[in-house]
């Protein structure tokens, strides 16, 4: 289904389906865009996982030198 012909058939729906209809849209984007808060606890994560023991948490600028360094590997 097109933009356009879903954006004609919401008109069709009963209100009650239509806030459902926006209830899902929400619930849906909430998935594809997590939080602020949601992406700053996923990359804490991330970073503990790249932490060597001994050593200090890796800073944005060691994970931006890192990455830089593999896309001149490639």
Known sequence: M???EL???IY?????????????LVQ????????????RTLVNQLRGCL???GQPVLTDTDIELMREDRLVEK
Request: charged fraction near 30%; aromatic fraction near 2%.
């Open 51 to 53: 932490k060597k023991p």
């Open 28 to 39: 849906a984007l909430k998935v594809r865009h997590p939080s602020k808060s949601e992406r």
């Open 7 to 9: 954006q004609r058939a």
């Open 2 to 4: 097109t933009l356009p």
């Open 12 to 24: 069709q729906l009963s209100v009650e389906e239509q806030f459902v209809l926006l209830e899902t």
